[in-house]
Every structure is written in C-alpha cells, then in structure tokens.
C-alpha cells in the first residue's frame, strides 16, 4: 500500500545522475516510500507501454496503480510529488484539485496526440472487446489514419477521461481534438457517409510522410533535435553526421505521434533514429555505424552512392 517512485533515467544524461542523487536524499527522509532505477533503454517494452519518451521520467505508483508522473529534471517537485502522495494522511482537496489539473492536461495531450486518436480496450492489432474490434474494422475498412490509446494499460486515464469528455463507456474516438463518440455513433456515421468526411485518410499520412522524408537531402528521424537528443541512440547517431560536416535537417519524432507510427510502416523499419538520403533509407544507428567505419558514409550522405 505504500508508495513507489520509478526512475526512467539514462546513464549518458547528466541530468539523470543528478535526480539519482536526489532520489537517494528522498530515501533517507521517506523510509516507507520505495524508490527504484529503470535503466529506459534497457527495458523498451516498459518505456512503451508508459510512454516514457524522455529521460528523466518518475511515475508513482499506489496499490499498484499509476497515481502520477513527473518529466524531467525538477528536484523542487519530485520532492512536492512525493510529500503529497507519501504521506498516510488523508490528501488535502488543494492537492486533490492539483492532481485532477494534472491529470487533465495529461488527457488534453493524449486526445491530441493525433488528428485521429482511438481510445480503446487493447491495439488495433489485438482489440481486447468486441466494441473496440467492431470500431477498428470500420476504421480500417474506410481507410482512416488513427492512432491508438490502449485504456487497459493506465488506470488514471481509464477512469480520468470518463469524466473529462462526459462519456461513460470505451471505445472513444476523437477527431482534431474533439470527442466525436463510441461505436454506435460511428456506425451511424458509416450509414450516413458522413464519416468519410469526418476522419483524416490514412492516404494524407502517406503523402506527409514522403513530403517530411523529402524536406532536405540529408534527413534524420529521431528523439529529440540536434540541440538536444533525448535517447542514446539518437546522441550517437548526431555525433557521427556531425563529424562528416555534412548539412542534414531532423524531425523529432516526440513532437508527432502520427509520424513516429506511421513512419515505422511506412519505411517498415521498427526503430529509431531513420536516417533519410534523398528520399530513400539508409538505416538506423547500427548501419550508420558500419558505413562510417567501411568509409561509405560520407560518399552516401553526399548523394555519390
């Protein structure tokens, strides 16, 4: 029943450290708290199924439910967050108050996460009820672009976004943003011909997507910009383009949940960073990796081979 504090953290963000150091002082001043290290990297099923993008990330857990998260590097309120919610006296409504706001911004993020956003029970792939299969066959069926939220794997969100859209039950489909409804109403929808309108086409995706790939000669896919990698691989793969000299844009897949799934499709290629020349390609950081150390790197990001 007490509380847990999961680091997300990465041994190559100095920033990581810093909270491990934090983290051990919290320790010592909150002994009925259990705090633990995931290295992210290492455990990328993990990261995935909690949408652990950036490092640092604290998620709390409470009767082994996700009760809150925290991104980034912010000592100040690690220690608020862990005050509040390992304390066994009754939480206050100020913090309760605090805690809907938080947790309606994080709402506010997933519904936009994309132009088409699925909230259901289970993956496209796998739906776990016979409501939310129905829902990704007509999707399926007329060619809509969408991404998904499996409410199976977060309780906060499950419960939360009832009350945030005033909809009971699952699934929930949202266009632009805006609740559009559950199954009954998309069929309806469907009979009408009015869905057709309604949806993004999956077809305007892959047009982005060449037109993104095709933006520079040199284009990389990747977590973070050049500025600021927010995964290893993504560091890498940037100190070795830039030891070529060669002029190259990025995108940061973080910012576009579309993209980011799309784009692993598209090029069927599961990972990131994607590394682009011309339109075409090239690889992730191992190939980038081994085309640097046969010498075929540079002659490839000049457009030669």
Known sequence: RSLVVVHFWAPWAPQCAQMNEVMAALAKEHTQVTFVKLEAEAVPEVS?????????????FKNSQKVDRLDGAHAPELTKKVQ??????????????????DLNVRLKKLINAAPCML???????????????QMVEILN???????????????????????????????????????????????????SGELDT?????????????????????????????????????????????????????????EDEEVRQGLKTYSNWPT????????ELVGGLDIVKELKESGELLPILKGEN
């Not at 995935?48 to 640092?56: F, Q």
């Not at 977060?154 to 859209?165: A, F, H, I, P």
């Open 84 to 101: 509040r919610h390992g304390s066994s006296s009754s939480v206050s409504a100020g913090s309760n108050d605090s805690a809907k706001e």
């Open 48 to 60: 995935e199924k909690y949408g652990i993008s950036s490092v640092p990330t604290f998620l709390f």
């Open 272 to 279: 990131y960073p994607q590394l682009y020349v011309k339109g």
């Open 119 to 133: 909230f259901m029970k289970g993956s496209p792939k796998e739906p776990r009820c016979g409501f939310s299969k």
């Open 198 to 254: 309604v949806c993004p086409k999956a077809q305007k995706l892959e047009d982005r997507l060449k037109s993104l790939i095709n933006k520079a000669p040199v284009m990389l896919f990747m977590k973070g910009s050049k500025q600021t990698a927010k995964c290893g691989f993504s560091k890498q793969i940037i100190e070795i383009i830039n030891s070529t000299g060669i002029d190259y844009e990025t995108f940061d897949i973080l």
């Open 141 to 191: 069926k007329h060619g809509v672009s969408f991404s998904s939220f499996d409410i199976f794997s977060d309780e906060e969100v499950r419960q939360g976004l009832k009350t945030y859209s005033n909809w009971p039950t699952y699934p929930q489909l949202y266009v632009a943003g805006e609740l559009i409804g559950g199954l009954d109403i998309i069929k309806e929808l469907e009979a």
